[in-house]
T-cell receptor
Framework: GIQVEQSPPDLILQEGANSTLRCNFS?????LQWFHQNPWGQLINLFY???GTKQNGRLSATTVATERYSLLYISSSQTTDSGVYFCAADNFGNEKLTFGTGTRLTIIP | GAGVSQSPRYKVAKRGQDVALRCDPISGHVSLFWYQQALGQGPEFLTY????????KSGLPSDRFFAERPEGSVSTLKIQRTQQEDSAVYLC?????????????FGPGTRLLVL
C-alpha cells in the first residue's frame, strides 16, 4: 500500500513565527487530506488537496502530485495552533486513508 | 446530523469483556470507515462500508474484531474478549461516496481502555 511520511516529527516555535510541515507519499494519490488533531483528539479537516494550492486564512497547502509531496504552511502562529498535524492519503481505487505519523507543533507564547 | 457522532466517548473494560462502539455518520453519507489510533501514532484503517456492504476489512487486527452496518447508516464495531493491546482511540469517518474524490469527515472517537 501507499506509504506516507511526515517531517519534522516535532516543531517548537515562538508565537508569531511561520512554519512549514512536509508530507511525502510513495505513490499516486486520489485523495490527500491535512488534519489538525486537537488536545481532545478530534481530527479537524484542514484541507482536501490531492493537487494544487489552497489557502484558508493563515493556513495554506500545496501538493505537487508529480513529485509526491505536500506542504502545509502556517503563518503568524498562535498558541491555539498547537497540536498534532496529520497528512493522510489514499490510492486510486482504494478509499482507505493511510496516515503519516504526524508533526507535533508546539507554539510558545 | 451536523457531524459524525460516536458513543460512548470513553469506555473502560476489564480484560476479557466484550465491548460495542457506535458510529452515527453524517446523514445521507454512503461510505463509512473505522480507524484505530494507538497512543502517539497516526490512525490506522480497520474497515470500510459502502451502505450496508463491508467492502474492505483488511485492517481488522484479529477475529475478535467485528463490524456491522445492517441498515446502511449506523455502524457498530464490536470487540470480543478485549485484551490490553486493544486500548486505543477508535475513530469513525464518513463521506458521501458519490464522487471519485471525497473528503472524509471524522467523529470525536471512542477512547477505550482495557485493564
Amino acid at each position: 500500500g501507499i506509504q506516507v511520511e511526515q517531517s519534522p516529527p516535532d516543531l517548537i516555535l515562538q508565537e508569531g513565527a511561520n512554519s512549514t510541515l512536509r508530507c511525502n507519499f510513495s505513490d499516486s494519490v486520489n485523495n490527500l487530506q491535512w488534519f489538525h488533531q486537537n488536545p481532545w483528539g478530534q481530527l479537524i479537516n484542514l484541507f482536501y488537496i490531492p493537487s494544487g494550492t489552497k489557502q484558508n486564512g493563515r493556513l495554506s497547502a500545496t501538493t505537487v502530485a508529480t513529485e509526491r509531496y505536500s506542504l502545509l504552511y502556517i503563518s503568524s502562529s498562535q498558541t491555539t495552533d498547537s497540536g498534532v498535524y496529520f497528512c493522510a492519503a489514499d490510492n486510486f481505487g482504494n478509499e482507505k486513508l493511510t496516515f503519516g505519523t504526524g508533526t507535533r507543533l508546539t507554539i510558545i507564547p | 446530523g451536523a457531524g459524525v457522532s460516536q458513543s460512548p466517548r470513553y469506555k473502560v473494560a476489564k480484560r476479557g469483556q466484550d465491548v460495542a462502539l457506535r458510529c452515527d455518520p453524517i446523514s445521507g453519507h454512503v461510505s463509512l470507515f473505522w480507524y484505530q489510533q494507538a497512543l502517539g501514532q497516526g490512525p490506522e484503517f480497520l474497515t470500510y462500508f459502502q451502505n450496508e456492504a463491508q467492502l474492505d476489512k483488511s485492517g481488522l487486527p484479529s477475529d475478535r474484531f467485528f463490524a456491522e452496518r445492517p441498515e446502511g447508516s449506523v455502524s457498530t464495531l464490536k470487540i470480543q474478549r478485549t485484551q490490553q493491546e486493544d486500548s486505543a482511540v477508535y475513530l469513525c469517518a464518513s463521506n458521501s461516496g458519490r464522487g471519485n474524490q471525497e473528503t472524509q469527515y471524522f467523529g470525536p472517537g471512542t477512547r477505550l481502555l482495557v485493564l
